[in-house]
């Protein structure tokens, strides 16, 4: 009988029993109550019970929360709990070098007592020769051929999707997900070991035919699946994690086409997880020890053939079998899917994990050797610094000798001479005109422009950091800047008839980052603008002396009048001691406030070479420097702690597991 007309047949019989068992949840029974209240009579003979729990039934049906629930709390066994919430906070805080569709995976095996193991057969050449591999050691020699078996031998030139293959109780192949297909069989070995199994292509999207060696194990742990995701022919891709990777090839072409880390993982901890097979036409394989393992397919397949045909061809079907070599891959398929206890990780799924914390640190540890490489290549050299330094030097030496040589030649020459205390009445006004004259002369003016072209090759040897790079020499009001095309300012009266120039000068800000190529030109302008005081200070003397001059005179002719017996000679003894000691004063009071401004110009210009050139070393010692990325040291040392922990975990709870 048709096992659908068997069923249908059952489903009626039982169906008046299904409908009196029908679960309707509280909501609608009040809202049929109220209803059926107000129709009057026509319900009076049905009574609805509102409570769901008169009925076992409802009772459990309304227990069970909706699959759509949102923040649905999951059932965690509770020796995995412990294990769930480290790889949770390690999801989080370690998102940066982990991959999470990894974490993921990892996740949802904790979450299960019995977790699916997924395991990936890459094809170095498509997936034919794969899905060969997986057919024949998925395949029940005491069963006769199989839907499933055929499908997977089929020759498949169009769709390059990769495809799932899992346990099912009937054949299904579903492929209208646009990322792989799923085939469902009957496989005693999928169901037994709760495997799945992703056939996928590696590197038939190569354009000269073949593939790199140059694979991390990443590539193999995370096949990459392709989408159209456009009418115009774009590729999407999204990776597709898995516990355990297979790569296959064929012949001398898949031995050196394997990806280099399949030789290395034999050897390691990733050997584990990642295995190599090439499929060979030889009849006799051995049994020795190699890098990857090597199998006849075709032996293996009449192996099953012959086994199917009759049972007497067990033993032969036996020999070749094991010749075969096969059921190498095959114990590498089912290895680690299953756990001692209950209480235990599978040792596939453990092995993921410890992938995970492994390659994270890996992942952290290049991080932090790429950022202190690019640490190091933006940090100006010192093949670069010591040259500068040496130039600072020499400039310094050549500053100070200027500063003696010219200041002296300047303050001993006619020029400075002119204004002699005995000169002050036909030279008190040109005080101002000279003095300045000298400080734009030979106020270290060349010293200022080699500083220039020093301070140029500092900028361009990049030790200014990037918000204090030299803008210029112009000075700016610190109150009103005026904005590009706008009305400049009303000129006030006070700006012109200021009586304090040093008010004014500090009123002007100059930038900050210039404040070294500027400061002799600002010690400069300081020093100008103090001029006027000295300049003032001989017109004050001189109007003194002339004042005391003319009173003592005075004082003189009135004795010389008004006594009789007061000679010429005594009267004008009175006004020529007058004149000298006015003249001794303004001399003395004159020479003393000269030689003063001449020994604070030589203080000005020593001070200010010995802090441009300290601020200068400092930028030599200091700049240049890149700056160390805080955010990401505190984020690879929170990463850090959470792979820590991870391990902790691992050998502390599963560490005495058999991996």
């Known amino acids: 009988m048709h096992t659908g007309a068997f069923l249908e047949r059952n489903l009626r019989c039982l169906q008046p029993d299904i409908i009196s068992q029908l679960y309707i949840c509280s909501s609608c029974l009040r809202r049929r109550a109220f209803w059926t209240t107000a129709s009057g009579a026509r319900h009076k003979n049905r009574s609805l019970d509102v409570n769901p729990r008169s009925h076992p039934l409802k009772r459990y049906i309304a227990s069970v929360t909706s699959v759509t629930a949102v ?55 498509g997936l034919r020769g794969a899905k060969r591999l997986v057919g024949t050691v998925l395949a029940d020699p005491l069963n006769t051929e199989q839907l499933w078996e055929r499908h997977l031998k089929d020759e498949e030139t169009i769709d390059t999707r990769a495809l799932l293959v899992r346990y099912g109780e009937e054949y299904n192949f579903e492929q209208r997900h646009p990322l792989l297909r799923t085939l469902s069989i009957p496989s005693a070995i999928l169901e037994r070991h709760r495997i799945e199994i992703l056939i996928h292509g590696f590197g038939q999207r190569q354009e000269d035919g073949g593939v790199t060696t140059d694979i991390a194990s990443q590539d193999l742990l995370l096949p990459t699946l392709e989408t159209p995701s456009s009418a115009s022919g774009r590729i999407a891709t999204v990776t597709y994690p898995v516990h355990k990777a297979l790569v296959y090839g064929e012949d001398i072409e898949g031995i050196l086409a394997m990806p280099s880390v399949v030789y290395s993982g034999n050897t390691e901890e990733l050997g584990v997880l990642i295995k190599g097979a090439v499929n060979v036409r030889w009849e006799s394989i051995g049994s020795g020890e190699r890098p990857i393992t090597l199998i006849n397919l075709g032996q293996s397949e009449a192996a099953i053939a012959s086994f199917r045909e009759t049972l007497d061809n067990s033993i032969d079907y036996e020999h070749k079998w094991l010749a075969s070599n096969v059921s190498s891959v095959s114990n590498f398929i089912i290895s680690g899917t299953s756990s001692t206890d209950s209480s235990s990780l599978k040792p596939a799924l453990r ?49 100070h000798t200027e500063l003696r040589d010219q200041l002296t030649f300047a303050f001993s020459g006619t020029t400075w001479r002119k204004l002699a205390w005995w000169k002050l009445l036909w030279r008190v006004d040109d005080v101002g005109f000279i003095a300045s004259d000298i400080l734009q002369r030979s106020f270290l003016a060349n010293a200022e422009k080699e500083l220039i072209w020093i301070d140029g090759r500092i900028q361009q040897a990049g030790l200014y950091p990037a918000s204090t790079i030299p803008n210029g020499l112009a000075m700016r009001p610190a109150s009103t800047v005026p904005k590009l095309g706008a009305k400049p300012p009303a000129l006030k009266l006070g700006d012109v008839l200021s009586s304090s120039y040093s008010e004014q000068y500090q009123e002007l800000k100059f930038d900050k980052p210039n404040r070294y190529v500027q400061q002799i030109g600002l010690t400069r302008v300081d020093l100008i603008l103090s001029v006027p005081t000295l300049q003032a200070l001989a017109q004050k003397l001189l109007l003194q002396s002339l004042s005391t001059t003319f009173l003592t005179t005075t004082l003189s002719s009135l004795l010389y009048i008004s006594l009789s017996t007061t000679s010429i000679y005594e009267a004008g003894a009175i006004g020529i001691l007058g004149l000298v000691w006015s003249a001794r004063r303004l001399q003395r009071m004159w020479e003393s406030a000269r030689e003063a401004w001449v020994e604070r110009v030589r203080e000005e210009g020593r001070r200010t070479l010995g802090t441009v050139q300290a601020s200068y070393e400092g930028n030599l010692r200091e700049g240049g420097i890149a700056l160390a990325d805080q955010a990401a040291e505190e984020e690879e040392k929170i990463a850090e702690e959470a792979v820590a922990r991870l391990r902790a975990i691992l050998d502390s709870s599963y560490g005495n597991e058999k991996v």
Do not use: Y
Request: hydrophobic residues 40%.
């Open 71 to 125: 923040n649905v709390t999951r059932t965690i066994p509770k020796h995995n709990r412990r294990l769930h919430e480290e790889l949770t906070i390690f999801e989080n805080k370690a998102a940066t070098f982990a991959n999470v569709s990894q974490v993921q995976l990892a996740l949802r095996g904790v979450e299960s007592d019995d977790p699916i193991i997924r395991v990936a057969v890459i094809g170095l050449n």
């Open 351 to 399: 092995s993921l994990i410890s992938s995970i914390a492994k390659d994270t640190s890996t992942a952290i540890s290049d991080s932090k050797s790429d950022r202190l490489a690019f640490t190091a290549a933006s940090t100006v050299p010192d093949s670069t610094r010591i040259p500068l330094s040496q130039a600072l030097t020499r400039w310094a030496e050549g500053a």
